[in-house]
T-cell receptor, first 115, second 109 residues
Framework: DGGITQSPKYLFRKEGQNVTLSCEQN?????MYWYRQDPGQGLRLIYY???????QKGDIAEGYSVSREKKESFPLTVTSAQKNPTAFYLC??????????????FGQGTRLTVV | KQEVTQIPAALSVPEGENLVLNCSFT??????LQWFRQDPGKGLTSLLL?????REQTSGRLNASLDKSSGRSTLYIAASQPGDSATYLC????????FGTGTSLTVIP
């Protein structure tokens, strides 16, 4: 089945640690995105990538880093510089085409908790 | 910056009722609008996608309309069922996807 796989589902981080969230898609989509979701707030864009080896900061990129070495994969690292990392993280992908406007598809999310 | 607002924030209805969820956005130059469903602790499931040139889309008991000039979209759910209980989010596409904060729907058996 085609889709987006996020792992792990739950992740616990100690103060001062970096952690990496995985996002893999087999939809052959060019564009991939990372969002953060907090209670009572809409999804906020952390980073996005429209092509391999290229990515752009979103609205809340501070304390996060990404890489896009393969089309299928877009891992997100939450660094120790992120002061309030406890949140639900969602990965998404879409076609990047000049011919039609893309539909976004989402993974099942990773819940990160600082302990 | 695009602002997306969803009203009401929460809604509780008895089973069988027809209901309308609202989404408004400030910048009408959108490319498309998408409605999603989110169950607790889960990701987003796409329900309907309306391109900017379209006025509405239908899927089963769901109907979404789009009025770009007024910056509004509605999601109509017919004959609601307890399984429809979830949070519904709308998102608009400009240079990126912008999301509303969602409407939490509870359908009471």
């Amino acid at each position: 089945d085609g889709g987006i796989t996020q792992s792990p589902k739950y992740l616990f981080r100690k103060e001062g640690q970096n952690v990496t969230l995985s996002c893999e898609q087999n939809l052959n989509h060019d564009a991939m995105y990372w969002y953060r979701q907090d209670p009572g707030q809409g999804l906020r864009l952390i980073y996005y990538s429209q092509i391999v080896n290229d990515f752009q900061k979103g609205d809340i990129a501070e304390g996060y880093s990404v890489s896009r070495e393969k089309k299928e994969s877009f891992p997100l690292t939450v660094t120790s510089a992120q002061k309030n990392p406890t949140a639900f993280y969602l990965c998404a992908s879409s076609i990047d085409s000049p011919l039609w406007w893309p539909e976004a598809f989402f993974g099942q999310g990773t819940r990160l908790t600082v302990v | 910056k695009q602002e997306v607002t969803q009203i009401p924030a929460a809604l509780s209805v008895p089973e069988g009722e027809n209901l309308v969820l609202n989404c408004s956005f400030t910048d009408s130059a959108i490319y498309n609008l998408q409605w999603f469903r989110q169950d607790p602790g889960k990701g987003l499931t796409s329900l309907l996608l309306i391109q900017s040139s379209q006025r509405e889309q239908t899927s089963g008991r769901l109907n979404a309309s789009l009025d770009k000039s007024s910056g509004r979209s509605t999601l109509y759910i017919a004959a609601s069922q307890p399984g429809d209980s979830a949070t519904y989010l709308c998102a608009v596409l400009l240079n990126q996807f912008y999301f509303g904060t969602g409407t939490s729907l509870t359908v009471i058996p």
